[in-house]
């Protein structure tokens, strides 16, 4: 292609982009209907994972939950209560997967939500701790992918959810494993996206959950000067919203967005005092070399 017509493609493209964001500003996303989705939520038990099911169930999905620990029914829904623990090794979730398919059929939405923490420096954080955030942060859902993705390219229908974490597009001190194993969600969802679209998959939709810090019990005592801790409830309601729009990336706060325009564009020394105005903190154990 001539160069010349090539950027004048590529404007013509940015404009009509432009106009089509500004236009869902005003013209609300239509909504896809879930009701009888088979839905596979990670990390089902408590916390973001129980009410994501809790929200799909009341959209009429049916559900398997998936956790390392005893979930108990929620109504209405199918269940199976599966355990991941070695979900690290992916030959031994294969009896697991066959079982989903066998008792209940085809999963066509997967909700990777599972995550582990360990806060602490990088020098006290046990080898252990480190290997597991990225058994059960990333790797685990690579294996669950692969394993539900087949069907799913075989219909080109179905929508993988992410669920990552801001920890994920910014660093935070006393998380370095955790946030590297939730970079490496955010760029498994950017990567799997590109190569569906890539593949002409464009049934398959998926959607990347980025947010701060949840009240969970997750991160022990978090506190920020700018901004507040977020509650289950708004984050499901994000996500889910994302999930019938078949939004891409969901940031909540959205103010997200803005902070990583400023990252991109601000000094290193205003974005080091923009750090300390915000003042981020949080149980953690420091100084404790393994």
């Known amino acids: ?19 089509e964001a500004l236009v869902k500003l005003f013209v609300p996303t239509k909504r896809k209907s879930i009701r009888g989705e088979l ?12 009410a994501t099911a809790r929200e799909f169930a009341r959209h009429q999905s049916r559900l398997v939950l998936w956790d390392i620990e005893t979930v108990t029914p929620l109504s ?11 979900m690290h090794d992916a030959g031994l979730h294969v009896p697991f997967v066959k079982k989903v398919k066998k008792e209940i059929g085809d999963v066509s939405i997967l909700v990777n939500n599972a995550g582990v923490i360990t806060t602490a420096d990088l020098l006290s954080t046990q080898d252990h701790q480190i290997e597991k955030m990225f058994e059960v942060n990333i790797l685990a859902h ?32 006393f998380m370095v494993a955790y946030c590297s194993s939730k970079f490496a969600a955010v760029g498994f969802h950017k990567a799997l996206t590109e190569e569906l679209s890539t593949l002409g998959k464009d049934g398959i ?26 509650e289950v409830d708004e984050v499901v309601k994000a996500l889910m919203e994302g999930i019938l729009t078949n939004k891409k990336m969901v940031f909540v706060p959205s103010s997200q967005c803005l902070a990583l325009l400023f990252e991109r564009l ?19 154990v420091i100084g404790q070399r393994s």
């Open 1 to 19: 292609m001539n160069p010349a017509v090539g950027l004048l493609l590529f404007v013509g493209t940015l404009l009509y982009a432009y106009v």
């Open 39 to 50: 839905v596979l939520v990670t990390g089902a038990a408590r916390g973001l994972g129980r």
């Open 76 to 86: 209405p829904c199918a269940l199976l209560a599966c355990s991941f623990v070695t």
């Open 142 to 173: 690579m294996w669950t992918t692969r394993a539900f993705l087949p069907t799913m390219m075989d219909n080109n229908h179905g929508h993988i959810v992410t669920v990552a974490s801001a920890a994920g597009q910014f660093v935070t001190s």
């Open 205 to 230: 939709k998926t959607t990347c959950l980025c947010p701060i810090f949840i009240n969970t019990g997750f991160v022990k005592n978090p506190s920020t000067r700018v901004g507040r801790i977020l």
């Open 266 to 284: 601000f000094p290193e020394r205003a974005l080091n005092f923009l750090r300390k105005l915000t003042d981020v903190k949080f149980d953690a």
